[in-house]
């Protein structure tokens, strides 16, 4: 299984970014699939949720703003992020079932 992480860069607070996710080596359709981030020097946390009937969640501080997707034709996991708060800083990482991507950091800074 290889989950592939992209998207990730530095940008301006009110800005936008677009993570994608490439999985291989495994049934992705079947699977829920998340998103998380890590701050420098904080725990892994919960961003969104997508699962296979494509229904969604969010964590509170996203909500309105950041919008999960998922293509299954693909195998491919989206997070679009908008108006992005220097908060967002961290690593990106996508987990479908029990896998775990290596990670696209993000940081938002003027």
């Known amino acids: 299984v290889q989950l592939v992480e992209s998207g990730g860069g530095l940008v301006q607070p009110g800005g936008s970014l677009r993570l994608s996710c490439a999985a291989s080596g495994l049934q992705f359709r079947w699977y829920v699939t998340r998103w998380f981030r890590q701050a420098p020097g904080m725990e892994r946390e919960f961003v969104a949720f997508?699962?296979?009937?494509?229904?969604?969640d969010y964590a509170d501080s996203v909500k309105g703003r950041f919008t999960i997707s998922r293509n299954n034709a693909n195998n491919t996991l989206t997070l679009q992020m908008n108006n992005l708060f220097p908060d967002a800083t961290g690593v990106y990482f996508c987990?479908?079932?029990?896998?775990w991507g290596q990670g696209t950091p993000v940081t938002v800074s003027s």
């Open positions: 997508i699962n296979r009937a494509a229904a969604e």
């Open positions: 987990n479908v079932g029990n896998h």
